[in-house]
């Protein structure tokens, strides 16, 4: 069935005005404005649910998450689009997944951007927004439904190394306490293959600092608003598979390498190179 889709050109152009916005001078601002808002809510945290991603064969190529992302999917309670998935990634079916991958691609190319301080207007006048959390790590800040939208995703990077599922919190802010959260939650964690040395390298690393083994979302070093986000995601999401999954499944870590950082560091390393390529990717570079 054809569609109305925009072409890469133009989700590059969406990408590279939004950018723009957030390197302007009023970005600081924005940011101290959704802070503030921020501090007069009651925070609350809810436990999402979590499934490990396991697909090995030709089959699952191109399937995402990609090995060594972990995504966290959001949208409004009883949205047919994240029971799909829900179904899809629990049972591991490789065609269903792909076909709610389709869905997803579809539904964030239509997505419209607004300005970052009519982004920020609307968080503010919002129930609720929230923060995706592992641990004590700030994963995404500031993440919400507003302009519409009913369904978003963001990706993480990750090394493949122990993270309990139990861990992961969403922290929603809701001006009024009383109020039950809107949303629906699934975060879906794919583990990449390991080396013997990886595996080695990775278990070393301690109970207490497994927060090591995931990364924060690229684009969100403060404000996060999905309105905006959704815009420079759908680089990861839509193109990764066509244009960077081969880049991002085959890094590894070298033996010299671990020698020289040691494990901790070799850990962080192992997230920071799938970072950089899923940042070239959402800047469409």
């Not at 969406?14 to 390197?23: G, I």
Request: charged share 25%; net charge negative.
């Amino acid at each position: 069935m054809a569609t109305n889709s925009p072409d890469r050109s133009e989700l590059r152009a969406r990408r590279l005005k939004v950018l723009e916005q957030m390197n302007s001078s009023g970005w600081y601002e924005e940011v101290r404005r959704l802070t503030d808002d921020q501090h007069s809510r009651l925070p609350h945290a809810i436990k999402p649910e979590v499934i490990t991603l396991d697909l090995e064969g030709d089959s699952a190529d191109g399937v995402r998450p990609l090995p060594g992302m972990i995504s966290l999917f959001f949208a409004v309670k009883g949205s047919p689009l994240l029971r799909q998935l829900r179904a899809a990634y629990g049972s591991a079916n490789v065609a269903a997944i792909q076909e709610a991958g389709q869905e997803i691609s579809r539904v964030l190319e239509q997505a419209q951007s607004v300005s970052v301080p009519e982004a920020v207007d609307q968080m503010i006048a919002s129930p609720s927004y929230f923060d995706f959390r592992y641990r004590g790590k700030t994963l995404a800040p500031n993440l919400g439904l507003i302009n519409g939208l009913e369904f978003a995703t963001v990706l993480f990077p990750y090394n493949g190394g122990r993270l309990d599922e139990s861990d992961f919190r969403i922290i929603d802010y809701r001006r009024d306490p009383h109020l039950e959260t809107e949303l629906e939650y699934l975060v879906v964690m794919r583990p990449p293959a390991l080396s013997d040395l990886e595996r080695d390298v990775l278990g070393q690393v301690p109970d207490d600092l497994l927060e090591l083994n995931v990364g924060s979302a690229v684009l969100c070093p403060a404000l996060c608003v999905v309105v905006v986000v959704v815009v420079l995601t759908t680089a990861g999401w839509c193109c990764l598979p066509v244009q960077g999954s081969s880049e991002y499944t085959e890094i590894t870590l070298s033996r010299e390498t671990a020698q020289q950082l040691g494990p901790l560091a070799s850990a962080r390393q192992l997230v920071q190179a799938r970072r950089e390529v899923l940042s070239r990717l959402e800047r469409g570079v």
